[in-house]
């Protein structure tokens, strides 16, 4: 089916493991993003693409990694996982330059636990 | 830097109501302003773009560029509008073209 999926849907870890959230989308949509959403900071930027190969730090990249070899896919890593790090993580993916109203398609969200 | 803020993190009103979310920016060029909306156990979707200037579901959304803002209207709120509301800015122009940026949200509970 198009669209966008995240996986996995949950995800407990332990505090100093890495982990993966995996992001894919069938639309070849230039622009893919990962948020991560909090109690009482709403939505915030993790790290965004604006094409394969082109990544862009966001408010807080600050313990994730993502790369994008492949239009279709942008993997999100915490690379040590910590407490602070328990959230609900969305990826979200729009159509790119030359379609600036375009809007945001997303994910049904990755909810890790990191104990 | 682009940034959105949503003073209200939560808003009740009563079914019939009026309601007003609020929405305000800073950006140094022109904005696109989005309201994005998030039902219970729902991916979060768009609501509606200010260049649209269209009315969804008995919203609007006013981009004022003099006082920054962007507030979500709807003149008799309905229960199946309880939700989490988003607004959201997209960076048009220089070197992070087509970053997306939400504010903190804003829960509206509509009673009965």
């Known amino acids: 089916d198009a669209g966008i999926t995240q996986s996995p849907r949950y995800k407990i870890t332990e505090t100093g493991r890495q982990v993966t959230l995996m992001c894919h989308q069938t639309?070849?949509?230039?622009?893919m993003f990962w948020y991560r959403q909090d109690l009482g900071h709403g939505l915030r930027l993790i790290y965004y693409?604006?094409?394969?190969?082109?990544?862009d730090k966001g408010e807080v990249p600050d313990g994730y990694v993502v790369s994008r070899s492949k239009t279709e896919n942008f993997p999100l890593t915490l690379e040590s996982a910590t407490r602070s790090q328990t959230s609900v993580y969305f990826c979200?993916?729009?159509?790119?330059?030359?379609?600036?109203?375009?809007?945001?398609?997303f994910g049904q969200g990755t909810r890790l636990t990191v104990v | 830097a682009q940034r959105v803020t949503q003073p209200e993190k939560l808003l009740s009103v009563f079914k019939g109501a009026p309601v007003e979310l609020k929405c305000n920016y800073s950006?140094?060029?022109?904005?696109?302003l989005f309201w994005y909306v998030q039902y219970s156990r729902q991916r979060l979707q768009l609501l509606l773009r200010?260049?649209s200037r269209e009315s969804i579901k008995g919203f609007t959304a006013d981009l004022n560029k003099g006082e920054t803002s962007f507030h979500l209207k709807k003149p008799f709120a309905q229960e199946e509008d309880s939700a989490m509301y988003y607004c959201?800015?997209?960076?048009?122009?220089?070197?992070?073209?087509?970053?997306?940026?939400f504010g903190q949200g804003t829960i509206l509970t509509v009673h009965p």
């Open positions: 979200a993916s729009r159509r790119g330059r030359g379609s600036v109203w375009s809007e945001a398609f």
């Open positions: 639309w070849s949509h230039s622009y």
């Open positions: 693409s604006a094409a394969a190969d082109i990544t």
């Open positions: 950006y140094s060029g022109s904005p696109e």
């Open positions: 200010h260049i």
């Open positions: 959201a800015l997209i960076n048009a122009g220089g070197t992070s073209y087509g970053k997306l940026t």
